[in-house]
């Protein structure tokens, strides 16, 4: 069984109005604080930023948590509330034994030497390729290697976060490379695979995808219990509808899919937020936890258009759904046009 100190203690913050690059190292202050306080040392922070904002936002945030060296991964995107800057996401650890993982000259990475060792990997990229599934392919192995210079490898990975700037132009071919990957590998219906995000944002790069992970030994994490929704690979997209991880609980991007795989409430966005939340409860219920959960916490809430955004406003001051003051609001494609709402998060259990 998994032993030491609490690793990958989620946070996440928003502005509370609009935001610049410049202003966001003095925002966070109350953040860095907090986590000083708790012992906690931050492992990765991403950024949700949008395109002009990301280089500045990510040097900031780099001088604000030195020395210590996390892994900083920046996803460009629109935030709903304006401004240049939609939220942050921070993994710490209460561990001390934290090693940095560089490659190219770049914390890519951070080792958590706990009982079973952790490895986070943040924004990772692979050079453009005119195939998109080939780009994809080699962004997977570059992960792959990664890992297996720590002891790893993609099949002890319990959860990845996939940006991609085109996601509806490219999901198919993310579905190809990774269905492949993941066979060769024995990833499938008798390994589950990572709990997953695939989601439109871009990275500061040109690259069609972004990656993050967490890995570890597979006898630290097990997949959610899906009652509501049928499992994702089986209609072509190979991951698990979330994860237990050690002491947190990550639910993968959700959206209106029904037990058959078929989208639901077509049109309507207010049903489709409902049944989305109705699954994210369901799936959370399964590890006795509430939603919205007690603990720390870390939400991202994507939506096709601002039409889509009021509704979740609409449905928020009715009491129908519950908005944690930190979640992160941004627009967003999701992987089938026809949907218009997707939510991922990240609890302590």
Not at 36 to 45: G, I, K, R, W, Y
Not at 98 to 104: C, E, L, R, S, Y
Not at 217 to 229: K, T
Not at 322 to 346: I, K, Q, S
Request: charged share 20%; glycine share 6%; with cysteine.
């Amino acid at each position: 069984m998994p032993t030491g100190p609490s690793v990958l203690i989620p946070s996440s913050w928003r502005p509370e109005g609009q935001l610049a690059a410049q202003q966001l190292p003095a925002a966070l202050a109350d953040l860095r604080a907090s986590l000083e306080a708790q012992n906690l040392t931050p492992v990765h922070v991403r950024i949700y930023a949008t395109p002009t904002a990301g280089d500045a936002a990510a040097a900031g945030v780099r001088d604000l948590f030195a020395p210590a060296t996390p892994a900083v991964s920046v996803v460009t995107t629109t935030p709903c509330a304006g401004g240049e800057i939609a939220g942050v996401h921070v993994l710490s650890t209460a561990s001390k034994q934290v090693v940095p993982i560089v490659d190219g000259g770049h914390t890519v990475g951070v080792r958590i030497d706990v009982s079973p060792p952790m490895v986070v990997l943040a924004g990772l990229t692979s050079p453009t390729d005119d195939d998109a599934a080939s780009e994809f392919a080699a962004l997977f192995d570059r992960a792959e290697r990664l890992l297996g210079a720590h002891g790893l490898s993609f099949t002890d990975v319990a959860r990845t976060w996939l940006h991609l700037p085109h996601l509806l132009r490219d999901y198919d071919d993310l579905n190809v490379a990774r269905s492949a990957f993941f066979a060769l590998r024995g990833i499938g219906r008798a390994t589950a695979p990572p709990a997953s995000t695939g989601i439109q944002g871009g990275a500061l790069d040109s690259s069609r995808m972004q990656m993050d992970l967490v890995a570890t030994s597979p006898d630290a994490f097990h997949p959610l219990v899906a009652n509501l929704q049928c499992e994702a690979w089986e209609y072509g997209s190979a991951f698990s509808r979330g994860m237990t991880l050690r002491d947190i609980v990550t639910v993968s991007g959700t959206a209106s899919i029904d037990a058959d795989g078929h989208t639901i409430h077509l049109d309507d966005a207010a049903d489709q937020i409902r049944a989305t939340w109705s699954t994210v409860r369901e799936l959370l219920a399964s590890e006795q936890v509430s939603l919205p959960p007690k603990g720390p916490q870390a939400w991202v809430l994507y939506f096709k258009n601002p039409t889509v955004w009021q509704a979740w406003r609409s449905l928020v001051a009715a009491g129908e759904v519950e908005e944690p003051a930190e979640a992160v609001c941004v627009y967003a494609d999701v992987c089938r046009d026809n949907l218009l709402f997707e939510m991922e998060l990240t609890a302590a259990r």
